[in-house]
């Protein structure tokens, strides 16, 4: 952490004195590579994934299949392409159910205070009370595997996160002077969280937002090394694990490759939100 | 101090009722009968019927659910479908193997995580620092099945120090148990540890930064004394409620690291029970998981107190 946000023009906004930062520069670009990845698996990729060439299988990355290909012959860097796009929407939708349902919770609970912000809160507690991978196969077992039941899975438990996470940002806003002073002057509570309160947390969520992303993945890859995610054919960086499992002896780059995709995704995320904490809270660096 | 531990036992009650509720509420919906399904594909309405009358399964739901957990109070969890045995039998069994695991990974994460956290943290900004947060913001993006995957072709299938799984029962000896229990234990250890490490920093940093840290150098105690007896015994809050919420994650991960090494405990009996639609099972191991966690969450509430002795006055 090199250059101290305090060098920046005050002039500059806060994406451009993020990317002066490095964890956010790095965690940046990874992330734009994996999702880029994604992207392109839409309308390209250099193998089709649903094709099973078995003449082909578990062949080591060579120039014709630069990450090789697995026990049905299917090429792993298109597979790791598809899947990115499967784990990123999982995590996204995630993030973004946590977020559109915890946040006005939190807020909720913040502008109101007293009985409505105890039961919420101690509702917040029951959930964080479940392990959340327990819950989550609870989910999909009832409901059945699939995608979408572990978007909802993973989203209800992201839902207290952002829940909590909002409700202490508000509550040390409301009695600051300007809040003080939209209040006097006759505005109402749903108003001012609107006007003033969201802006202003918007920074602390938008780091929960990244690590929230990059749980979600992991929690995603878990579940569906269980079988309880993405169903086959739809290829998912769990599921490639699951079926690299009883191969590795003989093929272990099937197991190294999705784990890779893996981590380099989650250590991106993390970064990016490193990056935005520290461009927020320099004094946190430049301190003795 | 005692009322706040009073609030805090009543809020874990509660907690535990509604916990109730709802896992036994979500598992009503379940699809498939339980009866019907122990019985096979061609058994007669009557014998299903029969088997349904037996399990109770013809009672009125607020029956059931009151007879469920009344039996939950006498820790008579009900009878397995599937096992037939008293599911009391099957967790007490099962957790011999998740309970030592458990236990196992806590210790080991504990012991990584604060020594690397206090190192990183006397030596702030200098190249160490930089390796030992490196290392951690890699341990925390590594999913853990991922990693037992790799402990396993290396100390498992390369070395041979250790079986690749499964699991030979206490009954075989402390060593060969404890040597099945190896490579699960620091799989779920690490990305723990490595999120502990970064914690444990975090907050000496924040302590180092006071005024008696200070006062502790300038009265010429060492370094070292500060650090270790001053800073790291008023850094232990956050660590201690960070331990805490791991020890939930701990349990929940036995789950997909005992499907790993095929360990016949907690995780894996829930597992197959869902598979098997063996609702009683289910509904069993999770009650005793959610109130393993309250019961966790509420001792370090109460450790709150051994560490910091000014709250033991407050009420």
């Known amino acids: 952490m090199s250059n101290p946000a305090a060098s920046a023009p005050a002039s500059s906004g806060f994406l451009a004195r993020a990317f002066r930062n490095r964890s956010f520069a790095i965690g940046f670009a990874v992330t734009a590579i994996v999702a880029a990845m994604a992207l392109v698996s839409f309308f390209w990729t250099p193998y089709d994934v649903t094709k099973l060439i078995v003449a082909d299988r578990m062949q080591p990355p060579s120039s014709a299949h630069w990450l090789g290909t697995d026990h049905f012959g299917r090429d792993m860097l298109s597979m790791i392409m598809v899947g990115a796009r499967n784990s990123i929407a999982v995590a996204l939708v995630a993030v973004g159910i946590g977020m559109g349902i915890g946040v006005p919770l939190g807020c909720w609970a913040a502008a109101r205070g007293g009985i409505v912000d105890e039961v919420l809160m101690r509702f917040n507690d029951l959930v964080f009370a479940f392990p959340a991978l327990l819950s989550a196969i609870m989910i999909t077992a009832v409901f059945g595997p699939g995608s979408v039941n572990a978007i909802i899975a993973i989203g209800i438990f992201n839902i207290p996160v952002f829940a909590r996470v909002s409700r202490a940002g508000a509550l040390a806003l409301w009695p600051r002077e300007f809040i003080l002073a939209s209040r006097a002057a006759g505005k109402g509570k749903a108003l001012i969280t609107v006007e003033h309160i969201l802006p202003n947390i918007a920074n602390l969520l938008l780091v929960q937002g990244t690590i929230q992303f990059a749980l979600g993945i992991l929690a995603e890859a878990g579940l569906s090394y269980v079988g309880l995610g993405a169903q086959p054919p739809m290829p998912s960086w769990g599921r490639m694990l699951f079926d690299a499992q009883t191969r590795m002896i003989v093929a272990p780059y099937l197991a190294i490759v999705p784990g890779m995709a893996i981590v380099v995704t989650v250590l991106g995320l993390n970064l990016i939100g490193d990056g935005i904490s520290d461009t927020l809270d320099p004094k946190l660096r430049r301190r003795p | ?315």
């Open chain 2, 1 to 315: 101090m005692t009322a706040y531990l009073a609030k805090r036992l009543l809020i874990g009650l509660a907690t535990l009722v509604v916990a109730s509720v709802v896992v036994f509420a979500v598992l009503e919906i379940l699809p498939g009968d339980p009866a019907r399904l122990m019985l096979g594909m061609n058994a007669t309405e009557d014998a299903v019927l029969a088997l349904r009358n037996e399990l109770g399964l013809n009672q009125g739901i607020v029956m059931r659910y009151l007879t469920w957990t009344g039996g939950l109070l006498s820790l008579d969890f009900g009878r397995s479908y599937t096992y037939s045995v008293p599911v009391i039998e099957l967790i007490r069994e099962r957790s011999a193997v998740s309970l030592p695991l458990a236990l196992i990974a806590l210790a080991l994460s504990t012991a990584i995580a604060i020594p690397v956290g206090v190192f990183s943290a006397a030596r702030r900004g200098r190249p160490a620092d930089t390796v030992a947060m490196g290392a951690s913001q890699l341990g925390v993006a590594v999913p853990n099945f991922w990693f037992a995957l790799l402990l396993v072709y290396v100390f498992a299938v390369w070395l041979r120090l250790v079986p690749a799984g499964g699991f030979p029962g206490w009954g075989a000896g402390l060593w060969p148990a404890l040597k099945a229990l190896i490579l699960p234990a620091v799989a779920l250890a690490l990305p723990q540890a490595a999120i502990l490490a970064r914690v444990t920093r975090s907050a000496l940093l924040d302590v180092l930064g006071e005024d008696f840290i200070r006062t502790a150098r300038a009265k010429g105690l060492p370094r070292r004394t500060v650090l270790w007896r001053h800073a790291l015994r008023n850094a232990m809050l956050p660590v201690v409620t960070i331990m805490g919420l791991q020890f939930a994650f701990l349990l929940a991960g036995t789950i997909i690291i005992e499907n790993v090494f095929y360990l016949p405990g907690l995780g894996r009996l829930v597992f197959q029970a869902i598979n098997q639609r063996d609702l009683i099972v289910v509904e069993g191991v999770v009650m005793l998981l959610v109130a393993t966690v309250i019961v966790v969450n509420l001792l370090v509430d109460l450790s709150y107190a051994i560490v910091d002795p000014r709250l033991r006055h407050r009420t």
